[in-house]
T-cell receptor, first 114, second 115 residues
Framework: DQQVKQNSPSLSVQEGRISILNCDYT??????FLWYKKYPAEGPTFLIS?????DKNEDGRFTVFLNKSAKHLSLHIVPSQPGDSAVYFC?????????????FGQGTILTVHP | NAGVTQTPKFQVLKTGQSMTLQCAQD?????MYWYRQDPGMGLRLIYY???????DKGEVPNGYNVSRLNKREFSLRLESAAPSQTSVYFC??????????????FGPGTRLTVL
């Protein structure tokens, strides 16, 4: 049972345009959501997070939106840059989960073309 | 400050061989985790350690054992490797108590192939 789903395996955008990566979840106990970025042959690195008490969080070019009623979150990257090309994972954790265990989506490969 | 380090970076095993993947963190984090990453599956939690001296099973623990040697080090052991354990293994750590939400910091990974 995939509790966190990223239904788009890949996304291709032009440099300077907006990239929108989507993530859906099924577990209503999830209350904290994170996005990680992963380059080839490296470990994932934390990008941005959002608590369920918010519906938006911004950090520079990156904004995460949370729609709790739809159990959906999205990551917006504006403007997109070639260095943003990577695999993006969304992850979720649930209040009461022992010690912050994260459940990850399958990942979306983002390619930003110059 | 190296963060999370993993050894080895690459390993090839034959079916039935054993090996231990090493992980260490220098951030004084309490919690440590082992994940595996397979194509189309994201990262799946194998085992985690909330604090020194404790370990618990994650989503896919079968075929693995772990040891939290001290606060810094968390090792993953394959006693009898199988081709299904071919994967990329990531160790992570976080500064958590009982609250959820803090991000985890990942090592560079170990790419394991079992023939």
């Amino acid at each position: 049972d995939q509790q966190v789903k990223q239904n788009s395996p890949s996304l291709s955008v032009q440099e300077g345009r907006i990239s929108i990566l989507n993530c859906d979840y099924t577990n209503s106990m999830f209350d904290y959501f994170l996005w990680y970025k992963k380059y080839p042959a490296e470990g994932p690195t934390f990008l941005i997070s959002i608590s369920s008490i918010k519906d938006k969080n911004e950090d520079g070019r990156f904004t995460v939106f949370l729609n709790k009623s739809a159990k959906h979150l999205s990551l917006h990257i504006v403007p997109s840059q070639p260095g943003d090309s990577a695999v993006y994972f969304c992850a979720a954790s649930a209040r009461g989960t022992s010690y912050g265990k994260l459940t990850f989506g399958q990942g979306t490969i983002l390619t930003v073309h110059p | 400050n190296a963060g999370v380090t993993q050894t080895p970076k690459f390993q090839v095993l034959k079916t039935g061989q054993s090996m231990t993947l090493q992980c260490a963190q220098d951030m004084n984090h309490n919690s440590m985790y082992w994940y595996r990453q397979d194509p189309g599956m994201g990262l799946r939690l194998i085992y985690y350690s909330a604090s020194e001296g404790t370990t618990d099973k994650g989503e896919v623990p079968n075929g693995y054992n772990v040891s939290r040697l001290n606060k810094r080090e968390f090792s993953l052991r394959l006693e009898s490797a199988a081709p299904s354990q071919t994967s990329v293994y990531f160790c992570a750590s976080s500064d958590l108590g009982l609250a959820s939400g803090n991000e985890q910091f990942f090592g560079p990974g170990t790419r394991l192939t079992v023939l």
